[in-house]
Antibody, heavy 120, light 112 residues
Framework: EVQLVESGGGLVQPGGSLKLSCAASGSTFSGSGVHWVRQASGKGLEWVGH??????????EYTASVKGRFSISRDDSKNMAYLQMNSLKTEDTAVYYC???????????WGQGTLVTVSS | DIVMTQSPLFLPVTSGEPASISCRSSQSLLHSNGYNHLDWYLQKPGQSPQLLIS???NRASGVPDRFSGSGSGTDFTLKISRVEAEDVGVYYC?????????FGQGTKLEIK
């Protein structure tokens, strides 16, 4: 059973930066992509981006609203994934989840989420 | 980008009665592999989302058989044969055919 634990959330001023971490247990991490999904308070789910596995050249993709500001990376030796968020805006305020897709691509595993608040 | 539209957005249901949620995509989600790349997730109050149905109609491990997914192309349906109290929460469809992945707006199911 895979477990995911996000950390690194907190309060940051507009224009600031924050780096979220996602720690994964289980042996399937290195062969899996890692996705980030966010949810503003009282709102729906929004896909942020993902990073593919080493076999897929660690390719990344992002939703348009964060492209150029957010960056996803991973360290397979530590079973860790990261979401570097720069030039943060108030509209980036949300709970950020990391997810691991299974073989079908569906999100079999979710973390508990970490809250990012962008406010002056 | 593919846009996902759910209806209804609010669904009050009497316990023991059936429920149905519709999800439509702006483009066909039928892959050349024959599978529809459409998932259903449930987010119970205060919890992270959980996978209910993958690839249109495959129940995830541990999901009760009162949940079923159907549809193809652009029109999909999640059905609950008999709603139970533990089914309350927000249901989301999500397309995973292409990036960016996209969720529907969510359907909030409540017990009358």
């Amino acid at each position: 059973e895979v477990q995911l634990v996000e950390s690194g959330g907190g309060l940051v001023q507009p224009g600031g930066s924050l780096k979220l971490s996602c720690a994964a247990s289980g042996s399937t991490f290195s062969g899996s992509g890692v996705h980030w999904v966010r949810q503003a308070s009282g709102k729906g789910l929004e896909w942020v981006g993902h990073i593919r596995s080493k076999a897929n050249s660690y390719a990344t993709e992002y939703t348009a609203s964060v492209k150029g500001r957010f960056s996803i990376s991973r360290d397979d030796s530590k079973n860790m994934a990261y979401l570097q968020m720069n030039s943060l805006k108030t509209e980036d305020t949300a709970v950020y989840y990391c997810t691991l897709p299974g073989l079908s691509g569906s999100y079999d595993y979710w973390g508990q989420g970490t809250l990012v608040t962008v406010s002056s | 980008d593919i846009v996902m539209t759910q209806s209804p957005l609010f669904l009050p249901v009497t316990s023991g009665e059936p429920a149905s949620i519709s999800c439509r995509s702006s483009q066909s989600l039928l892959h050349s592999n024959g599978y529809n790349h459409l998932d259903w997730y449930l987010q119970k109050p205060g919890q992270s989302p959980q996978l209910l149905i993958s690839l249109g109609s495959n129940r995830a491990s541990g999901v009760p058989d009162r949940f079923s997914g159907s549809g193809s192309g652009t029109d999909f349906t999640l059905k609950i044969s008999r709603v139970e109290a533990e089914d309350v929460g927000v249901y989301y469809c999500m397309q995973l055919l292409q990036s960016p992945r996209a969720f529907g707006q969510g359907t909030k199911l409540e017990i009358k």
